[in-house]
């Protein structure tokens, strides 16, 4: 059992460890999104995406920024109507949606 314990341990730390590790085939992230967002360090990685704590600079609040790792154009209209859903809702135990936008061809949702 203490085999298995360590080789999920490690895929874990594979998985989230190392913030500046790009996502395959897409170019690093810049250390400030959209001009507003500076990344502090990778918080997760997930099947659609990467989420990152950053910091707001318009506003001095921490922010989740999700970013995709995925190709194509469905998996961006995917991400994208994500973003739509999450910002209809206001309710109390969800985030709300502050703002939207793209690093190339990479949307992104910022929590």
Known sequence: MQALS???DAYLLSTVS???????????????VGGRFELM???GRGNMGEVYL??????DLSVALKVTTRHGTRAHQRF???????????????PKVVATGSIG??????Y
């Open 54 to 59: 950053a910091e707001d600079r318009y506003t």
């Open 6 to 8: 360590n080789l999920a």
């Open 80 to 94: 994208r109507r994500e973003g739509l859903i999450a910002s209809a809702f206001d309710l109390p135990g969800l």
């Open 41 to 43: 360090e990778l918080l």
């Open 105 to 110: 061809m990479r949307p992104y949702l910022v």
């Open 18 to 32: 190392g913030f500046d590790r790009p996502s395959i085939g897409f170019p690093p992230l810049p250390a400030v």
